[in-house]
Nanobody
Framework: VQLQASGGGLVQAGGSLRLSCAASGFAFSINTMSWYRQAPGKQRELVAVIGPGGDTNYADSVKGRFTIARDNARRRLYLQTNNLKPEDTAVYYC????????WGQGTQVTVSS
């Protein structure tokens, strides 16, 4: 299993970023995928989840601003982040659970005020 996240960067408050996660080594289309984030000094937290059929769920803190999506043909997971706030600053990880968790290497998102 490999999960390769990309797309992070430095952005001003109110800006947007599109995170991407390239997946390989497992049956991507039939598995639930998630994005988590971890801010400095804080625990890793769930941001968004998408099921195999496209059903989604979001943390309250990002509802209405972030959108999770998947492209099964390209084996890619996405997180569109809009109206970013300084408190969104964190390392963002794509995640898969196959009876044990798999994590990508993370991509840093930094939002300046």
């Amino acid at each position: 299993v490999q999960l390769q996240a990309s797309g992070g960067g430095l952005v001003q408050a109110g800006g947007s970023l599109r995170l991407s996660c390239a997946a390989s080594g497992f049956a991507f289309s039939i598995n639930t995928m998630s994005w988590y984030r971890q801010a400095p000094g804080k625990q890793r937290e769930l941001v968004a989840v998408i099921g195999p059929g496209g059903d989604t769920n979001y943390a309250d803190s990002v509802k209405g601003r972030f959108t999770i999506a998947r492209d099964n043909a390209r084996r890619r997971l996405y997180l569109q982040t809009n109206n970013l706030k300084p408190e969104d600053t964190a390392v963002y990880y794509c995640h898969l659970d196959l009876g044990r968790p798999y994590w990508g290497q993370g991509t840093q998102v930094t939002v300046s005020s």
